[in-house]
């Protein structure tokens, strides 16, 4: 689609598009699970499988699997914990959790993506353990971290700001804006 300065303009999301055409753009979550509703299209599995199962709808392909339903969610610790408290299986960042590490910490305590992944996999491990977690990856924490690619809008910002020191976040948002709403470039070129 062209407009009169020679310009492409992002189509709206409908069952016209092609996979293809679907891809080319940047999508918002609301966005594509109001299209998978209106094709009937599975919409869980966060936004990459979720457009990976519109391309193959709007294309009459056979979708890719539908993703498991989630486990009903283990038990959860409850107030009071303390540094002997076991994390369980399945155990999440609750309130309890960020409440505790505050108590230990300080106020900087924070679910960064080390604590994130400990919680998440140490199940068996203590709270004592869990603190001293936090203490032993402070500096990894410091560095800049990989944003992934499901978090366009922030990855964009990163590298915006980097290569404008002093832009405002306004003209941040108003260059996203620019951004998303042009196609993207082919992986291949």
Avoid at 69 to 77: E, I, P, V
Avoid at 166 to 173: C, V
Wanted: aromatic fraction near 6%; charged fraction near 20%.
């Amino acid at each position: 689609m062209s407009s009169h300065t020679g310009t492409e303009i992002r189509p709206e999301p409908s069952a016209a598009l092609s996979g293809n055409e679907l891809a080319r753009w940047y999508w918002t979550l609301a966005e594509l699970t109001t299209l998978a509703r209106e094709l009937g299209v599975p919409r869980g599995g966060g936004k990459a499988a979720l457009t990976e199962r519109l391309r193959a709808a709007l294309d009459g392909a056979a979708p890719p699997a539908a993703p498991p339903r989630a486990r009903k969610a283990s038990r959860q610790l409850a107030a009071p914990v303390d540094g002997s408290t076991v994390i369980p299986e399945g155990q999440r960042c609750s309130q309890v959790l960020r409440e505790y590490f505050r108590r230990e910490i300080g106020p900087a305590f924070h679910f960064d993506a080390h604590m994130r992944t400990f919680i998440a996999e140490s199940a068996g491990h203590t709270l004592a353990d869990a603190t001293a977690h936090w203490h032993t990856t402070r500096q990894a924490a410091a560095q800049p971290q990989e944003i992934g690619p499901q978090f366009e809008l922030n990855r964009f910002l990163r590298a915006w700001h980097t290569s404008h020191p002093a832009g405002t976040h306004t003209e941040a948002l108003t260059a996203w804006h620019t951004h998303r709403n042009r196609p993207r470039t082919p992986a291949s070129e």
